[in-house]
């Protein structure tokens, strides 16, 4: 309350005990009948300073409270302004230090700003090059090395080059913490103190809902490239569109000038940066003026992944899943004339390489049997499936650890396999330069390339879940309908 009304209370309090006191001295002159007679005078009379005496109190209470209150976020900010340290310090280059040390609170550990590095992972370095410049011996490197194993954390043989790795000292100029970036969600971070403290930081991340719209002018990347942020969401909006959602339904090297879309999408970022696309909830494709819409949908909770389905409930896809793997892109397509990227020779590619997660699972995408699973010089770890007098398919460059998931599963030659079920993990064993899945397919025994293959229609939506669909196909329509397309008229097709 403020002041005024506090002033207001307590003269109100001065003015009630005034009829308080001619009622004393009424009931010590004529005794206790007087109060009788006039009992409800007499009641407000007592009733009213015991009231404001009572808000009053009330009011000095909530005053000190908020006093206390005050002077707690003042020593806080004091404490706050004390204890984080003076970042201009810092060489304003080392932005993952700068995160490190905060998201870790390191500014309470005695750390010296003056000393911190950060560096990128030389051609030819091992942690033991790294960590000598500073102190660390042999036994200490060994004894880390055991303990990140044992965590689980991390393999020292995986240090690679143009990896950022930080190094923070304490105010005795002793390495204090070590941290490596693992990826962009994640880092290492080693405390030198204490090995057993060592951990992996999952960086905190944010989730946005887009909904774009563009029209084609000279191709599709283009058209997405002029409405999104970055060229890494440019990327894989093209990579959903094109290799995910309708790569069987629309041809894109023939795509008219003013073909056009819509999709809405989640996508996930870590410190401002797009990572990865988390939802697609629906798109609608105009090609040469027909509407292509594609609503995801799973016909059971047990599936690994979304089927694409049109306004009718018929699947985009053909007999075969779009792909064997949970892909991030398509980092290599069928090809007669490719350059390789590790021997440099131009050679036929008869296979679509899918860059993924290393470890991810890969699915047989049609069932069949095993007509192969082992590993070979070039092709790494793979399995080979038949699927009918027609169609084979092969899944190369496996991890190791797939020969495990092999002999515990029973997955070796006669094997029978279901569509989806999981056959081994993405690795880069044999002729690889990173995580993929080389995936080949042949038709009559001649290699050829799926996405241009008339392949058999997949089923449509069931009966049972048609409903189901029809709701959510419903609303993801109705929302696409809403968005509206850029600015037709000022759009130069001929440019």
């Avoid at 009992?39 to 409270?65: A, G, M, Q, W």
């Avoid at 806080?76 to 810092?90: G, H, M, Y």
């Avoid at 002729?431 to 390339?449: E, I, M, S």
Wanted: contains cysteine; hydrophobic residues 35%.
């Amino acid at each position: 309350m403020n002041s005024l009304g506090y002033l207001i209370i307590k003269i109100l309090l001065i003015i009630s005990i005034i009829p308080l006191i001619l009622l004393l001295l009424k009931v010590f002159s004529f005794g206790i009948k007087t109060i009788k007679k006039n009992l409800i005078y007499t009641s407000l009379v007592l009733f009213c300073p015991i009231f404001l005496i009572i808000t009053l109190n009330t009011i000095n209470t909530e005053k000190n409270t908020e006093e206390i209150e005050v002077e707690i976020k003042k020593n806080d900010s004091k404490q706050k302004a004390e204890t984080i340290p003076n970042f201009s310090q810092l060489n304003p280059m080392y932005k993952f230090t700068r995160e490190v040390i905060i998201e870790n609170k390191l500014f309470n550990k005695n750390i010296d700003i003056n000393k911190c590095l950060e560096k990128e992972v030389m051609k030819n370095q091992n942690i033991t090059t790294i960590l000598k410049e500073f102190n660390v011996s042999n036994k200490d490197i060994y004894n880390l090395d055991n303990v990140l194993k044992t965590k689980n954390l991390f393999n020292f043989n995986k240090i690679k080059p143009k990896d950022k790795y930080s190094l923070i000292f304490d105010e005795n100029k002793m390495l204090a913490y070590m941290s490596y970036e693992l990826n962009k969600s994640s880092y290492l971070i080693i405390d030198f103190n204490d090995f057993s403290k060592s951990k992996i930081q999952n960086r905190p991340h944010v989730i946005k809902k887009h909904e774009l719209s563009g029209i084609i002018t000279s191709h599709l990347w283009q058209a997405v490239n002029d409405v999104v942020d970055s060229s890494l969401e440019t990327e894989a909006v093209v990579s959903v569109l094109a290799d995910k959602i309708y790569p069987w339904t629309i041809r894109f090297t023939h795509l008219n000038p003013n073909d056009k879309f819509k999709i809405i999408y989640e996508a996930k970022y870590i410190n401002d940066e797009f990572i990865k696309i988390e939802n697609v909830f629906a798109s609608v494709f105009n090609h040469k003026g027909e509407d292509y819409y594609a609503i995801p949908f799973k016909e059971n909770s047990n599936q690994k992944y979304n089927d694409y389905f049109d306004q009718n409930g018929n699947n985009l896809r053909n007999f075969f899943l779009q792909a064997p793997v949970d892909f991030r892109r398509i980092s290599s397509k069928y090809s007669k004339n490719r350059r390789h990227p590790v021997t440099g020779r131009v050679t036929p590619h008869f296979g679509t390489d899918f860059a993924a997660e290393s470890g991810s699972p890969i699915f047989s995408t049609a069932d069949g049997v095993v007509t192969a699973a082992k590993y070979k010089k070039y092709n790494g770890y793979y399995v080979k499936i038949r699927h009918n007098s027609t169609y084979e398919t092969q899944y190369l460059h496996m991890q190791k650890r797939s020969v495990n998931y092999w002999k515990k599963n029973g997955i070796s030659v006669g094997k029978k396999i279901k569509q989806g079920d999981i056959i081994g993990f993405v690795g880069q064993t044999g002729l690889a330069t990173g995580p993929h899945v080389c995936y080949r397919f042949w038709k009559n025994g001649k290699q050829v390339d799926p996405f241009k293959e008339n392949l058999p229609p997949s089923e449509p939506i069931k009966e049972n879940n048609l409903n189901e669909f029809n709701l959510k196909k419903n609303k993801w329509i109705k929302e696409l309908n809403k968005i509206e397309y850029p600015d037709y008229e000022s759009i130069d097709f001929d440019a």
